[in-house]
T-cell receptor
Framework: QKEVEQDPGPLSVPEGAIVSLNCTYS??????FMWYRQYSRKGPELLMY????GNKEDGRFTAQVDKSSKYISLFIRDSQPSDSATYLC???????????FGTGTSLTVIP | DTEVTQTPKHLVMGMTNKKSLKCEQH?????MYWYKQKAKKPPELMFV???????INESVPSRFSPECPNSSLLNLHLHALQPEDSALYLC??????????????FGPGTRLTVL
């Protein structure tokens, strides 16, 4: 079983839709949870960073962490064509030496 | 300044060449990383420097040699590469808060082609 599972998509939605991206994990030691956005041929950009369980909102983006279910989500409201990219979840533990990416979900927002 | 810079943006090299990739950050981060990324795959960790000391080497072939001259700079020296080493090479840095390698900020990458 992989440490982090992420649906690779591809996901295609109309402009203005709400997008839900998800990852599951198996290691209960993970405490830090991140979402990255990566445009084609560019480096990943850190979108959201959360510690432990709960919700965090930043503009159109909301990150949710449910440690009891080992499940994290990223919601994008009012999606825009500029949101078209690959979204990678990532997570790490307190003790270092463990940092795992999901496989990434490719998102296309159609005008 | 929340930026990680990498040079060069593109590099084409032959299998007998020696070249270096450079990475710089001025965020005061004490952990720096090299990743390799192939198309449609997530980044794969190669090396981690923590407080300028190599702390992780993910069984990377010796034709890749990292160097951390100071807390802001990270180099990756390349020698006798193979065509399958062609990829996007990403540098990242993180504050190293809480003892973990979380909250990593990535540079734009160097696209390497080995002929």
């Amino acid at each position: 079983q992989k440490e982090v599972e992420q649906d690779p998509g591809p996901l295609s939605v109309p402009e203005g839709a709400i997008v839900s991206l998800n990852c599951t994990y198996s290691n209960s030691a993970f405490q830090y949870f991140m979402w990255y956005r990566q445009y084609s041929r560019k480096g990943p950009e850190l979108l959201m960073y959360t510690y432990s369980s709960g919700n965090k909102e930043d503009g159109r983006f909301t990150a949710q962490v449910d440690k009891s279910s080992k499940y994290i989500s990223l919601f994008i409201r009012d999606s825009q064509p500029s949101d078209s990219a690959t979204y990678l979840c990532a997570m790490s533990s307190n003790t270092g030496n463990q940092f795992y990416f999901g496989t990434g979900t490719s998102l296309t927002v159609i005008p | 300044d929340t930026e990680v810079t990498q040079t060069p943006k593109h590099l084409v090299m032959g299998m007998t060449n020696k070249k270096s990739l450079k990475c710089e950050q001025h965020m005061g981060h004490r952990a720096m990383y090299w990743y390799k990324q192939k198309a449609k795959k997530p980044p794969e960790l190669m090396f981690v420097y923590s407080y300028e000391k190599l702390s992780i080497n993910e069984s990377v072939p010796s034709r890749f040699s990292p160097e951390c001259p100071n807390s802001s700079l990270l180099n990756l020296h390349l020698h006798a590469l193979q065509p399958e080493d062609s990829a996007l090479y990403l540098c990242a840095s993180s504050p190293n808060k809480g003892g973990g390698y979380n909250e990593q900020f990535f540079g734009p990458g160097t696209r390497l082609t080995v002929l």
